[in-house]
């Protein structure tokens, strides 16, 4: 909305934190972003052998909470146990992100 109203801004051009294929999910937003070295020979992640994961289920957002976001009790929990499994592991906490569409599966998580 800034850009458009023609508000001055500067574009981050190198990220240091995303794994490159996480930035990939952004790159029609930021086309011109790149990587910066620190983040490009991370390990994978250990049992699943890849960098990213993604969690897949049928399972309906809940509607009998009085909200304005909405949220999945079922994959709140799935998100929180394979965070879990990653610290058992041996992945630290930190470095662990988990991104959540909404602020009220955000508040469960």
């Known amino acids: 909305r800034l850009v458009m109203g023609q508000v001055d801004f500067v574009r981050l051009k190198t990220q240091h934190r995303m794994d490159p294929r996480v930035a990939e999910l952004i ?3 930021y086309p011109e972003l790149t990587n910066h070295p620190s983040v490009l020979n991370r390990p994978t992640l ?3 052998n890849r960098h990213v994961a993604f969690l897949n289920h049928s399972t309906e957002e809940d509607t ?3 909200q304005k976001s ?3 009790f079922y994959e709140a929990n799935m998100v929180v146990g394979f965070a879990e ?3 058992n592991m ?3 906490p930190g470095d ?3 991104l959540a569409a909404y602020s009220g599966q955000l508040e469960i998580i």
């Open 27 to 29: 790159s029609p937003t």
């Open 46 to 48: 250990p049992g699943l």
């Open 64 to 66: 009998t909470r009085e």
């Open 70 to 72: 909405k949220s999945n």
């Open 85 to 87: 499994l990653l610290i």
């Open 90 to 92: 041996g992945i630290r």
């Open 96 to 98: 662990i992100s988990v």
